[in-house]
């Protein structure tokens, strides 16, 4: 490789480091705003799939944060950082699902219903058409830092749009139909789905 083609590999590589960082960036500001909304709607409803969505917009900002951390200083060009970081996106996954799975079970058990809860229906919505955008553009950018952690990540995102999904189903059958069990039987499908999502993340594998 000569020089001039080295320090073009270089130029692009900090390039797409840039990049990540920013959609980093991007990352935890959205879900700040869509967490806070997310838990204020979902402890005002009591529905347990809004809570819990709200909860893993929290985990997807820490795993944002581990990018800002993987791709800083001296750990843009290390290994190690690189497998740390995606051990720690895996982990993040499965923080999210035991609270999930207890609360919706608690709630079919009890018949304690949701309510309806308009807000949550209108957030939820947004992150469907939002969160793919996002997570496909770290994806690409995984792609090309070779970075599984970010690409994890991305893929993350785009889980959390189909969990917003599920969400918003619920939470539509609930406002619509009065379907009060669909709320906890939603959450638990998340909770399955999140947990799936962790153990691939763990061991490098596709989702």
């Known amino acids: 490789m000569t020089e001039a083609s080295a320090a073009l590999r270089s130029t692009e590589h900090s390039r797409w480091v840039v990049r990540v960082r920013l959609l980093?960036?991007?990352?935890?500001?959205?879900?700040?705003i869509d967490g806070a909304i997310g838990m204020t709607a979902g402890l005002a409803a009591n529905s347990v799939?809004?809570?819990g969505w709200g909860l893993d917009c929290a985990i997807q900002a820490a795993a944002a944060v581990v990018l800002l951390w993987r791709f800083s200083g001296s750990r843009v060009h290390s290994d190690v950082a690189e497998r740390r970081a995606q051990k720690v996106v895996a982990v993040s996954f499965f923080l999210l699902a035991p609270y999930i799975l207890v609360a919706a079970v608690n709630q079919l058990v009890?018949?304690?219903?949701a309510s309806a809860s308009w807000l949550g229906?209108?957030?939820?919505?947004?992150?469907?058409?939002?969160?793919?955008f996002l997570g496909s553009a770290k994806r690409k950018v995984g792609g090309r830092l070779h970075s599984y952690a970010t690409a994890s990540e991305g893929r993350q995102n785009i889980v959390c749009a189909y969990l917003s999904l599920g969400v918003l189903v619920g939470l539509a059958?609930?406002?619509?139909?009065?379907w009060w069990w669909a709320d906890p039987l939603v959450a638990i499908v998340v909770a399955g789905v999140v947990v799936q999502a962790g153990v691939r993340t763990w061991r490098g594998e596709r989702c």
Do not use: C, E, F, K
């Open 24 to 32: 980093s960036w991007a990352t935890l500001v959205w879900l700040g």
């Open 49 to 51: 799939a809004l809570i």
């Open 110 to 113: 009890a018949a304690d219903a």
């Open 121 to 132: 229906i209108a957030l939820a919505a947004t992150d469907v058409v939002l969160m793919p």
């Open 173 to 178: 059958l609930n406002a619509v139909l009065g």
